[in-house]
């Protein structure tokens, strides 16, 4: 089982072929009128450009003298959604597509529910930022949410195969670019909020404001699990009559108490209309994935898995690429990769493993061409939990790594053990001869990342493999 690299309907030359129908999109970086010509040369029978897309004269031309037909529309994006839907004859409409939006927690949560229902017997696909399956059988990704083009044609092998429920993470970007246009859910999840992708809105409010547009794609009367206990996603219980809140308050439709000790796996009582089922997972630990589990759990059980089922599920549940992900190295000290990338997100991992070890090593650097805001707040948190501070550089993408660098260090009080190695690798290196027998290293921001980003291009880099040479 393939998704075809062909598409009917294609927003990258990458998958124009003959009889395509190109959407030229005028993004940030790229402007996609730039590649019509291209996609005339590969066969593309039409072209939608947005109105934003300015047409040079060697392209019009080459229109011209193929005569193809070159339609001008309000929003390019919004096209790409509804054309590629309906060449694939709407098959998100035989599926049953349950969302997960929020800051951090989106792909463990995914990943859990999808287990769930999946051990509960149904047959299941998923959409995560780590990658993307269904069934047995794994695709590579590069975005959380992908392109219109690529998830109806996902959505039609779906189909094909027999699946009967689809879990998707849908980012924030998602929602404001169309990606999951025309898409009706069966049920979604807000794991939390909290201020992120500054690159991209211009205010908190604004991203916010982009994350409550998933209400709208709720069909009539679909669950909606909110966090109770974060303050801004709780107002969306408000707005949504069937929402139920989650998390460890007294006051969520469904609370969530934890009972075991931090430095253990974990197993949580979650509570709803004074009936109490116990779920116990060996892999996860942490107070943040309480909140993951509640409302992984929450939702199955609001789609009809049984409290027995959960618990099972949860019981044989696999580690998540990339989060929380540890290894044992050979001097004895341990190993752990994890995505985080935000302040928050930095305090919950570096609270859970400070529990875990007496000398914390911290590795981390933070992404180019992104939001420069939260650099030097993850540099205080960062050393404000470890012993040892390595700021190293994380995907610099056009920025300079020393500039990066500085924004971090910026937020590091003084006094503190702060090492700065530019070379990814060798920073593993240099924290691993610091490292002693009951040393945890953390290797934060690249999660499961076979790559680092350097200019436009991405260079093969797996901190899974350096790990496991030490």
Do not use: W
Not at 165 to 171: N, T
Not at 184 to 194: H, K, R, S
Not at 197 to 220: G, N, S
């Amino acid at each position: 089982m393939n998704i075809p690299t062909i598409l009917p309907v294609a927003c990258h030359t990458d998958n124009v072929g003959k009889g395509t129908v190109f959407v030229a999109i005028k993004g940030k970086k790229e402007d996609g009128s730039a590649h019509i010509v291209k996609a005339l040369e590969l066969g593309a029978r039409a072209v939608y450009v947005d109105q934003a897309c300015e047409l040079d004269d060697a392209t019009r031309n080459e229109l011209i003298r193929r005569d193809t037909p070159c339609i001008v529309v309000d929003d390019a994006r919004l096209v790409l959604a509804q054309l590629s839907a309906m060449a694939h004859d709407y098959p998100a409409d035989k599926l049953r597509i349950v969302a997960v939006t929020g800051t951090k927690g989106k792909t463990t949560t995914v990943f859990l529910l999808e287990h769930i229902l999946r051990t509960a017997g149904y047959k299941t696909a998923l959409l995560s930022t780590v990658r993307n399956s269904i069934g047995d059988t794994i695709f590579k990704t590069n975005l959380t949410t992908r392109q219109p083009d690529y998830l109806q044609a996902f959505f039609a092998q779906c189909v094909t195969a027999g699946v009967q429920i689809v879990v998707m993470e849908v980012a924030a970007q998602a929602l404001s670019l169309h990606r999951v246009a025309g898409l009706q859910f069966d049920g979604a999840i807000v794991t939390n909020f909290e201020a992120e992708h500054a690159e991209f809105y211009a205010t908190i409010d604004e991203y916010f404001a982009a994350k409550c547009k998933l209400i709208d794609h709720l069909k009539p009367g679909a669950p909606l699990l909110v966090n109770g206990d974060d303050a801004r996603t709780r107002t969306l219980a408000i707005a949504v009559p069937q929402a139920l809140t989650f998390g460890t308050g007294k006051d969520n439709s469904l609370r969530a108490e934890r009972l075991s000790a931090p430095q253990d796996p974990l197993t949580i009582s979650l509570s709803r209309d004074g009936q109490s089922c116990k779920y116990s997972c060996p892999i996860l630990m942490g107070d943040f994935n309480v909140y993951n589990m509640c409302a992984a759990a929450g939702l199955a059980s609001c789609l009809g898995v049984s409290c027995e089922a959960i618990a099972h599920a949860s019981a044989t549940f696999k580690p998540v690429p990339g989060r929380l992900e540890m290894y044992t190295l050979s001097n004895g000290a341990r190993g752990c990769i994890d995505y985080a990338h935000t302040p928050a997100s930095y305090t919950s991992i570096l609270l859970t493993l400070r529990a875990l070890t007496d000398h914390l090593i911290v590795v981390f650097g933070a992404g180019g061409e992104r939001d420069k805001t939260k650099r030097p707040i993850m540099g205080k948190v960062a050393s404000d939990f470890a012993d040892v501070t390595i700021v190293t550089s994380d995907n610099p993408r056009s920025e300079k790594a020393e500039d990066i660098a500085c924004d971090i260090q910026a937020g590091i009080p003084e006094g503190r053990i702060v090492l700065l190695e530019l070379d990814r690798e060798k920073a593993i290196q240099l924290a691993y001869s610091h490292a002693k027998p009951t040393s945890i290293i953390v290797l934060l921001g690249k999660g499961p990342d076979e790559y680092q980003q350097i200019g436009s291009i991405k260079y093969p880099f797996s901190e899974k493999a350096i790990l496991q040479k030490l």
